[in-house]
């Protein structure tokens, strides 16, 4: 059973069933959150919340560099710290993480958002020198993801069948 499955998800045909899938899902959800995730108003809400200023990149993603330490404007602000003290009197990675996800579950309590969160992922990944406690965030669709990994796996399968195409043309 394990062998037939993993031949079924290795073949070109599922490749192809699950890359239009995908996309399909990924349409649906752009025409579900457009209103929301491309007009400004999840900006405005995260810039509100979260103290970080988006920006979006070619594929539609929305991202920002959040420091702890620093207010939207770039000042050191007491008031909006997101700071553990431990031994070393930093940030750690997780509670970045945790307070980022408690604001993010206290604007999906205060807003209308569509179910948003169930369609988005959010990145948290440290950036810059070490002990400057910079975190870029990104939101992207899940199916964004779904959609690039069966991409390329059909991508891939498409080229090992123009390999074998070329080398059975060049051998007859």
Known sequence: MKFSKWLWNNTFTCSLINTIKARHKLNKD??????????GQFDEIVRKYLNLELDEDWIGRKY????P???IDGRFDPSTMIIEIDGEN???NEYVKNWIYKQMSLVSSLFNLNNLYDSIVVDIT??????FDNYLVVFDFAERITLAYWRKKLLWRLLFFGIVAAVLLLLL
């Open 90 to 92: 930093t940030n750690s």
């Open 69 to 71: 330490h620093l207010d």
């Open 64 to 67: 920002g560099v959040i420091n």
């Open 30 to 39: 752009h025409k579900k959150y457009k209103n929301i995730f491309y007009t």
């Open 126 to 131: 440290p950036v810059g020198p070490a002990g």
